[in-house]
């Protein structure tokens, strides 16, 4: 009896590449193998190298049902204590945010909320968060630190994202984020803090390999030019590759910064400049946008979207999950805010949450439904791509595979 050379085969798919010429790179009646965790053939099913019950162990039919590359939430903050409904209540009667500060809420509330829970408490509180981007579609996740703000703490923090990552069964990458906000006890001691950002906590992080990436807030309300460029120096000097906050709430130039930096990506970008544009298409450097803040602070200010098509400037969506400006749980819903708030095309934003977002953590095997990728497939309720962007909520997923293997949603 001759073994099957696949592991896997879907037939009758309607598959969404994302690879070649055509819209979405869509290919009618298709078929997809997978073998040791990645794809092994990916076309139409009438060129098939033989009768497809003879080429692999499982045959699923599909009847027609869409399959896109896993997609990938490239900004998140999705491990922290707590949370500020209260906050948000507060704030829709009629309390300023720095009514709300001076309280003890913000960024403040949520510091003492992370940090007064153990490694344990804070995947509890973590893990329902990532199972809802999961069941729309997500299975590779950036995780960011930056709601610790001492060594501990962010440790606690990157060790939690790693084990959402083992305990789900999905790609996770961790982002140091050290220059986030000042903690309060450096109230006064700015720069010892960014010094123990630069010269302890990185060095130490990475050392114990919890590091993927280096972010950091550069922003009036955040930390400057100056400041960003010394953790990214360090981070240089580690091995590490850099991103930014850059260009929300003012122009700092920080695109032009991390892009001077060969960054893997410059995000949020209200405020951007034809000459970060400039600057980020010379460096490869990924747009990363995220409509969820955009909606939840009710910006009017909107990111240079038809700059960054000139430029060809590769633009990624993410949900941007934090506590405070983007309580956003659907990477589907981010992608259809983008087309509805950015007047991007379903192309664009779903390119965003699958290859782009992919280039913007830097990883080259997984976003496209290409041989040799990362089996990580998305089957859908859906029988063309626009209607991911199209509907607005809803449970479109039918099932998840991450790296050829079935995700438990």
């Avoid at 220059?179 to 006890?185: C, D, G, M, T």
């Avoid at 009036?220 to 240089?236: K, L, Q």
């Amino acid at each position: 009896m001759t073994t099957p050379r696949w592991d896997h085969l879907l037939v009758d798919a309607t598959l969404a590449t994302f690879v070649g010429e055509r819209p979405f790179g869509v290919v009618e009646r298709g078929a997809l193998a997978i073998k040791d965790g990645r794809i092994a053939w990916s076309g139409p099913a009438a060129e098939l190298p033989g009768a497809a019950d003879t080429l692999a162990a499982t045959v699923e039919t599909l009847d027609g049902a869409l399959v896109t590359p896993g997609l990938i939430d490239c900004h998140t903050h999705l491990v922290f204590g707590g949370d500020r409904a209260h906050e948000f209540d507060l704030r829709l009667n009629g309390a300023t945010y720095e009514e709300i500060a001076r309280a003890g809420g913000g960024i403040a509330s949520t510091v003492a909320a992370t940090r007064s829970a153990d490694e344990d408490e804070l995947l509890r509180q973590s893990l329902p968060r990532a199972r809802a981007l999961l069941r729309d579609g997500v299975t590779t996740l950036e995780i960011k630190s930056g709601y610790g703000l001492n060594l501990d703490t962010e440790r606690r923090m990157l060790r939690v994202a790693r084990r959402i990552g083992e305990t789900l069964g999905i790609g996770v990458r961790s982002t140091f984020l050290g220059l986030h906000a000042l903690p309060p006890e450096y109230r006064e001691r700015r720069e010892e803090y960014v010094a123990q950002v630069c010269d302890v906590m990185l060095p130490a992080l990475a050392t114990e390999g919890l590091v993927d990436a280096v972010d950091a807030f550069c922003e009036g309300i955040g930390f400057t030019r100056m400041e960003t460029e010394r953790v990214f120096e360090r981070a240089r000097s580690l091995g590490l590759p850099v991103k930014l906050h850059a260009e929300q709430l003012s122009d700092l130039d920080g695109a032009a910064l991390v892009a001077r930096y060969r960054g893997l990506s410059a995000d949020h970008l209200e405020h951007l400049s034809e000459s970060g544009v400039r600057a980020m298409a010379a460096a490869g450097t990924v747009a990363v946008l995220l409509p969820g803040a955009f909606y939840a602070l009710r910006e009017t200010h909107l990111p240079p979207i038809d700059m960054l098509r000139a430029h060809d400037v590769p633009m990624a969506i993410a949900t941007d999950c934090n506590p405070g400006t983007s309580p956003l749980l659907s990477l589907r819903l981010a992608a259809n805010m983008a087309c509805t708030l950015f007047r991007m095309t379903p192309e664009e934003a779903l390119r965003g949450v699958t290859v782009n977002a992919a280039r913007a953590l830097g990883l080259a095997d997984r976003g496209s439904l290409a041989v040799g990728q990362r089996a990580d497939l998305a089957v859908w309720k859906a029988r063309m791509p626009a209607q991911l962007c199209y509907w607005i909520g809803g449970d479109l997923l039918q099932s998840l595979w991450s790296a050829g293997a079935p995700v438990r949603l």
